[in-house]
């Protein structure tokens, strides 16, 4: 008998999901990581020119072809580096931004934190620079290349002005993180031929600073300051990298600058 009201049978589990995939990627993350952190202790023993990446492959234990496909050359590797570096501020630099309201504070802890973060390259940080200053070299922070590490510390700033209780010129709102991004390279410079003792200058430096961009920016919301904020305003759009877009300076979860 054909018995057409039956529903139908028991539902059959679901197949389960391919095994390897996860493994897959944690080994080729492993493999990512390796390679960077024998290029930097190469980079640090034998200087960055003197550096190649087959001898950076052959002290990593994988082929020249798989270094390769992980980085494109030595410039991609240093540009590893850069994001490293970009993502360990951004991580370490998480309770600053929730914490004190107060921007001088933000701003001096924001880049004593990167000094943290950085100490432990401050050894082989002139290699970079070296290839960092000529300004047609990707390595450089204005580049096109250095775009995704440019934009996560103007993000960082970004947050440490809008988390703040300060007012800004409506001006200025969108410029001003990156002009603190440039005030942050001004640091990196000074930092990478800072030879003090536990780059102690650098943060003397941070800490005489701080207090002093955080007045100029609450100033620049004064009305008798307004035709010098314009003309700021338009400095900054020209010549910043990415400034004229906005690009990367307020994120999606950060709330729009007080006016």
Do not use: C
Not at 2 to 23: F, I, Q, S, V, W
Not at 122 to 138: G, I, L, M
């Amino acid at each position: 008998m054909n018995d057409d009201t039956r529903g139908p049978g028991p539902a059959r589990p679901a197949p389960p999901p391919r095994a390897g995939r996860a493994p897959k990627a944690a080994k080729s993350e492993q493999t990512r990581t390796l390679i960077l952190e024998t290029a930097l202790r190469l980079f640090q023993e034998r200087g960055y020119d003197r550096t190649t990446m087959r001898a950076i492959a052959q002290e990593a234990g994988v082929s020249v072809g798989n270094a390769y496909y992980y980085f494109s050359s030595k410039e991609h590797l240093v540009q590893g580096f850069y994001d490293r570096l970009a993502a360990e501020h951004e991580a370490a630099v998480r309770p600053v931004l929730a914490g004190d309201g107060d921007l001088a504070v933000r701003i001096r802890d924001a880049l004593l934190t990167w000094l943290d973060v950085a100490e432990p390259y401050h050894p082989f940080a002139t290699q970079f620079f070296k290839n960092a200053a000529d300004p047609e070299s990707p390595l450089s922070p204005f580049s096109e290349e250095s775009a995704a590490a440019r934009d996560a510390v103007v993000s960082i700033h970004a947050r440490v002005l809008h988390g703040s209780g300060t007012k800004v010129a409506p001006e200025l709102a969108e410029q001003l993180p990156h002009l603190m991004w440039l005030m942050h390279m001004g640091l990196v410079l000074f930092w990478v031929y800072d030879r003090s003792d536990g780059t102690e200058r650098s943060r003397r430096l941070v800490e005489r600073t701080a207090p002093l961009v955080a007045r100029a920016v609450a100033l620049s919301r004064f009305r008798v300051l307004r035709p010098l904020v314009r003309q700021l305003h338009g400095v900054l759009e020209e010549f910043l990298p990415g400034a004229a877009a906005g690009r990367g300076v307020t994120p999606a979860s950060t709330p729009a600058p007080r006016a």
